[in-house]
Structures are given as C-alpha cells and as structure tokens.
C-alpha cells in the first residue's frame, strides 16, 4: 500500500473514532434516574417586576425535588442569586412534582433572563439539569 494511500485511511479511522467519542457521551447525559422534566420561563410584570417560573417532574416520590439555585441576569450581568437555603418554596420535600417562582424588581426598559438549576434527588442519590429563559423586557 502506498504511503498516500495509508495516510487517507489513518485520517478516515481517526475521523470514525472522534465522531463515536463525540456522541456517546451526548447520549448518556441525557437519562437521568431522578429528573423525567424541567421547565423554566420568564415573564414581565408590572413595576420592573421579572418573573423567574419553573416546575420539575421527578421519576416518583423524590427526597428533595425543585430549584437550588436562580441566577437572574440584566442582559450579561449576574444581578441577583436566589438560593433554596434563603429563598423558601424553591424546594419541596416528600414530593414527585414542584412548581415555584422567584421575582426580581429590575429596572423599566431592560432586559432580564435567568438560569434555573434543578435537582431532585431519593436516598442520598440526586441529580442536576439546568435551563436558561428566554429574555424579558422589565414594564411599567
């Protein structure tokens, strides 16, 4: 066999084996024994207020199920951080389902998201997903 010939199939097995290692990770990232669904969204209210929603399904009954964390965001900037040790009804216990919301008073004319992190978790196992929102403008 050729040199050339040698190199092009070196190069294809190379090309293979990053393209297996790319996906396989994907695939398993996506199952999770605890969380069946999350949802977050945003929504403006009136006065600057900005709404952060979200809700989680859980596989059953779950220890501890709902949002640890809310990081709200004035466009790129890191405005306010909600904590379920600090902000009580992010969390639920003995539950299979959680819903909660958290409010910022942002400023009229600006844009806000958030980032919801969600875990649930059974017997000292858990798990984490998180979810960005959409962008909202604050209202009179």
């Known amino acids: 066999m050729s040199k050339k010939k040698s190199t092009r199939a070196a190069l294809f097995a190379l090309a293979i084996l990053l393209s297996i290692s790319i996906f396989v990770p994907t695939a398993s990232a996506r199952g999770s024994i605890y969380i069946l669904t999350c949802s ?5 209210g009136s006065g600057g ?7 989680i399904t859980g596989s059953g009954t779950m220890d ?3 949002a640890i964390t809310v990081y709200m965001y004035e466009g790129s ?9 600090t902000t009580s009804g992010m969390m639920a216990s003995n539950t299979g389902f959680h819903t909660s919301s958290v409010t910022y008073t942002g400023t009229v004319g600006k844009t806000y998201n958030a980032c919801v992190v969600f875990q649930a978790g059974k017997n000292g196992g858990w ?3 998180s979810i960005t929102t959409s962008s909202v403008t604050a209202k009179n």
């Open 40 to 44: 977050a969204g945003m929504v403006a």
């Open 64 to 66: 501890q199920i709902g």
């Open 77 to 85: 900037t890191l405005v306010k951080t909600f904590s379920h040790t």
């Open 49 to 55: 207020n900005v709404t952060a929603s979200f809700s």
């Open 127 to 129: 798990d984490n997903r």
